[in-house]
C-alpha cells in the first residue's frame, strides 16, 4: 500500500464520525473548542447543556432559566407510565440503567412529546405575527383550528391537575427573565394569548400546563422543537432514576402494575371445553 493510499484510508477513517463537538486524544479533551478542565467547576450543568447542543456557552442568565425548566419537569409519580416502568422494571433485577432505559424507551408522542408539539404550536403562531397578523387574532385562529380537528391543544390541561402548579410559577420565571432582558417574552406572551382565546371559545379556562409552559422557556432561549422533548427527556431522567434507585433498595420481586389480588378484567369469550377425544 503506498503512502497516497495509507493517507487517503486514515482521511476516510477520520472523516467517519466527523463532529463539531468533541475533540479527543491522549491527555486531551474539548468540548466545543474549551478544555475539560477549565469548564470543570466554572460551568453549570445547564450551561454544559447548552454549550453540547449550541456550540455557545450561554449567560449566566440564561443558564438560569433553563435549569429551571428542567429542574420543574423531573418527575409526576409513579402513575407516570414512564416512572411505573422503571420501578417494574426494578423489581425484575435488571442492572438500574436497564430500569431507566425501560422507562426512557415509552417517552413518545404520548407522554413526552408534548412539549415538542406545544412548541410547534407556539411557533406557527410566531411565524404568523411575523407575517404580520396580529398576537391575538393569530392566536385565536391556530387554537380554533386545533379545536376543530380533535380538541387536544398541545400544552394545556391537565388530567389530574385543575391548574398545574408548576406553570404558572415557570410563566412568572418567564416573564421575569424577559423584563431582564434574557429573553423577549414573545412565546410567554403568546401561551397567555392562546389560553385567553380558548377560554373565550370553550367558555371555560384550560390553563396552561407543565409541557406548555417549559416550551414557553425552551422556546424563549432558542431551542428547536425537536430538542424540547429531548430536554423533557433529560429531566425525566432524573425522576426515572430516582424511582428505580428507591424501587431496587425494597425486597419487592416481579412487581406488576397492580397488586396481586385485583386481577384484570377479562373480556373474550366464555369458557369452552375442547370436545371428548
Not at 139 to 147: N, V, W
Not at 195 to 206: D, F, N
Request: negative net charge; contains cysteine.
Amino acid at each position: 500500500m503506498s503512502d497516497a493510499t495509507r493517507k487517503e484510508g486514515r482521511e476516510r477513517g477520520e472523516e467517519w464520525w466527523a463532529t463539531e463537538i468533541i475533540e479527543m486524544r491522549p491527555g486531551l479533551i474539548r468540548l466545543r473548542g474549551y478544555p475539560i478542565e477549565d469548564l470543570i467547576g466554572r460551568v453549570s450543568f445547564p450551561a454544559m447543556i447548552w454549550l453540547m447542543l449550541r456550540g455557545e456557552l450561554p449567560s449566566e442568565a440564561q443558564a438560569a432559566l433553563l435549569g429551571t425548566a428542567l429542574g420543574a419537569a423531573v418527575d409526576h409519580g409513579p402513575q407516570a407510565p414512564s416512572i411505573a416502568i422503571a420501578r417494574i422494571a426494578a423489581t425484575c433485577g435488571v442492572g438500574i440503567n436497564s430500569a431507566m432505559a425501560s422507562a426512557i424507551n415509552v417517552l413518545g408522542d404520548v407522554h413526552g412529546g408534548a412539549g415538542e408539539q406545544a412548541l410547534e404550536f407556539f411557533g406557527a403562531i410566531a411565524a404568523a405575527m411575523e407575517a404580520g397578523v396580529p398576537l391575538e387574532a393569530a392566536a385565536a385562529d391556530h387554537a380554533a383550528r386545533f379545536l376543530a380537528e380533535g380538541g387536544y391543544l398541545p400544552g394545556f390541561g391537565h388530567r389530574f391537575h385543575p391548574i398545574d402548579p408548576r406553570a404558572p410559577r415557570l410563566l412568572a420565571l418567564a416573564r421575569e427573565a424577559a423584563a431582564a432582558g434574557t429573553v423577549s417574552g414573545r412565546f410567554a406572551a403568546i401561551a397567555e394569548a392562546v389560553e385567553a382565546a380558548v377560554a373565550h371559545a370553550k367558555g371555560k379556562r384550560i390553563p396552561l400546563n407543565i409541557d406548555g409552559a417549559t416550551a414557553v422557556i425552551y422556546g424563549e432561549l432558542g431551542f428547536p422543537p425537536p430538542l424540547t422533548r429531548g430536554l423533557f427527556v433529560l429531566s425525566r431522567s432524573v425522576g426515572i432514576l430516582a424511582h428505580a434507585w428507591e424501587q431496587s433498595q425494597k425486597p419487592d420481586r416481579n412487581k406488576g402494575p397492580l397488586p396481586r389480588e385485583w386481577l384484570w378484567a377479562y373480556q373474550g369469550a366464555p369458557e369452552r371445553r375442547l370436545p371428548e377425544a
